[in-house]
């Protein structure tokens, strides 16, 4: 008898335990950002890095594409599920998915029952530019308002302070587990903590100083591969002899940042694109040559120099910087109007070479080039000093103890959300 009661209990206690982890619907997902979004229209470009980024997790979740590049850069089908070269071999034919509906519950029905894409060039780099969010499927309603395709609509967007998204229950992949997702913008690391601390907001950004903090408080923090490359970004209104350039590149002690303000964590790298995405980041030279940068720099000029004074890592950082440049025999002073010489995040979205290289082009305002491998375009902007890398950061979230599903998702690696498969459970540990 004994032992019967000891299996009844044990199963109960596996039931509750099950129950306990199995995803459950309904609830409200309160997310907060440093970046400020002006626009939710996947066709429109930004420079601002931050705020490309952002607006692009946002839009994700409301609009799809056509083709969709996994954790590896591969092309999968998303909205199409094939294609192939019509019989003429001019145009490729995407066959769309079925039972697919715009957020309002109308039929996604593309003319023809095929999307024809011109044949005049190679495949993969079709399906790559399809996979852009930019070429995201959208159409707007009687009203004007932007529909898509995706698990989540814009419920409530206020351009620069709020974006509220609800659950399309019509989605062609099943309804999302979460009711609501809200996400407040522009709000700083200060202001996040404090309101995280105060159970205000569920997903919130942290800076890497406070990694470590967080997670011997036992709590849950989604770290990303490295994916924010710190660079010194000189501005083309208001010009810095090449030679000068050149010199601050070589006066950095890139080493001493990554061991000594990032606590060993980040990649030490004098490339753009970082290793995991690249695989070539070794090539770019990291050492410090202050000889060399002594000889460039004699006469130098001050040179005005800019950065977040709000984010103490960025201002740690800077200070560095200017330090390894006085080494130099360079004096980097502080702006007080439009700067020179301005330390800013550029930010990797799109797991492929190529397409972060764009991002990255678009971010310093100069034309993307085509028909060069990827070492190539990235060789060509680093040897015009116009860009200079840092040290490369890895994206931070700190999660509350009820949101689920966030952490087992393959995207982390690279802070890609998919917002369908996040839940809300209780607040327990």
Do not use: C
Not at 39 to 60: G, M, N, T, W, Y
Not at 131 to 143: D, F, L, M, Q
């Amino acid at each position: 008898m004994r032992l019967i009661t000891l299996l009844s209990i044990a199963a109960a206690s596996l039931s509750l335990l099950f129950a306990a982890s199995r995803p459950r619907y309904g609830g409200i997902l309160r997310v907060q950002l440093r970046a400020v979004v002006h626009s939710l229209d996947p066709s429109e470009r930004l420079s601002d890095p931050l705020e490309a980024a952002a607006k692009e997790q946002i839009v994700s979740q409301v609009f799809e594409t056509l083709v969709r590049l996994n954790d590896k850069g591969e092309p999968q089908p998303h909205l199409a599920i094939s294609w192939k070269l019509d019989a003429a071999k001019k145009s490729w034919a995407f066959t769309p998915r079925p039972k697919v509906t715009w957020q309002n519950g109308v039929p996604w029905q593309p003319n023809g029952g095929v999307i024809l894409v011109p044949a005049d060039r190679p495949i993969e780099d079709i399906l790559r530019d399809l996979a852009r969010p930019k070429n995201a499927i959208v159409a707007r309603s009687n009203e004007g308002n932007l529909l898509g395709t995706g698990p989540f609509r814009i419920h409530q967007f206020e351009p620069g302070k709020s974006v509220v998204l609800t659950a399309y229950d019509g989605h062609w992949a099943g309804r999302s587990f979460l009711d609501t997702v809200e996400i407040q913008l522009g709000r700083s690391f200060r202001e996040q903590s404090l309101d995280f601390d105060l159970g205000k907001v569920d997903v919130s950004e942290i800076p890497l100083a406070d990694l470590r903090r967080a997670q011997q408080r036992n709590g849950k923090v989604a770290v990303s591969a490295p994916l924010e490359n710190l660079a010194l970004i000189f501005d083309r209104d208001r010009p810095v002899p090449d030679p000068i350039r050149e010199a601050i590149a070589l006066t950095l002690d890139r080493a001493a940042i990554r061991n000594v303000l990032l606590q060993k964590t980040g990649e030490a790298n004098a490339s753009l694109l970082p290793r995991w995405l690249s695989g070539y980041s070794f090539v770019f030279r990291t050492e410090r040559d202050l000889a060399r940068a002594k000889q460039l720099a004699a006469g130098a000029q001050p040179v005005s120099f800019a950065y977040d004074k709000q984010d103490a890592l960025s201002r740690a950082i800077a200070e560095r910087v200017s330090l390894n440049a006085s080494e130099g025999g360079i004096t980097l002073k502080p702006a007080t109007g439009p700067a020179q010489l301005k330390l800013t995040a550029l930010r990797v979205t799109m797991p492929d070479a190529y397409l972060a290289l764009d991002e990255i082009a678009t971010s310093l305002g100069v034309p993307p080039q085509r028909g060069f491998g990827a070492y190539e375009r990235e060789r060509a902007m680093l040897d015009a000093h116009r860009v200079i890398p840092v040290v490369q950061l890895s994206a931070l979230h700190r999660l509350g103890m009820r949101v689920q599903g966030w952490l087992n998702a393959p995207w982390v690696a690279i802070d890609r959300w998919q917002l369908a498969n996040v839940w809300l459970g209780d607040e327990r540990p």
